[in-house]
Nanobody, 123 residues
Framework: QVQLVESGGGLVQAGGSLRLSCVAS????????VGWFRQAPGKEREFVAT????????RYADSVKGRFTISRLNAKNTVYLQMNTLKPEDTAVYYC????????????????WGQGTQVTVSS
């Protein structure tokens, strides 16, 4: 059973930065694509960014392009989401999700989920 644990969330002012981490265990992490998703209060969960097993292919939601960067370090079983120029509308619980052999971009493509980490951006 794959386990994913997110960390790095917190409270930040608009314009600030945070780096989220997603650490995987009980898995050969280099076989998995990993996506970041987020869910704001009263809204459906939405795609943020995804990365393939090698780190060579990434995709982003239009709302975060140019501000967020997804990366991975397979030697540490970790995927990162660097978030810069944060906006109040980025406030949400952020989840990482993993799928063997695929970089998930929608909920149904994700086989395993972490518990989420809260990001709050104040104006």
């Amino acid at each position: 059973q794959v386990q994913l644990v997110e960390s790095g969330g917190g409270l930040v002012q608009a314009g600030g930065s945070l780096r989220l981490s997603c650490v995987a265990s009980r898995v050969t992490f280099s076989n998995y694509g990993v996506g970041w998703f987020r869910q704001a209060p009263g809204k459906e969960r939405e795609f943020v960014a995804t990365i393939d097993w090698s780190g060579g292919r990434t995709r982003y939601a239009d709302s975060v392009k140019g501000r967020f960067t997804i990366s991975r370090l397979n030697a540490k079983n970790t995927v990162y989401l660097q978030m810069n120029t944060l906006k109040p509308e980025d406030t949400a619980v952020y989840y990482c999700a993993a799928t063997a052999g695929w970089a998930p971009m929608v909920d149904r493509e994700a086989a395993y989920w972490g518990q989420g980490t809260q990001v709050t951006v104040s104006s």
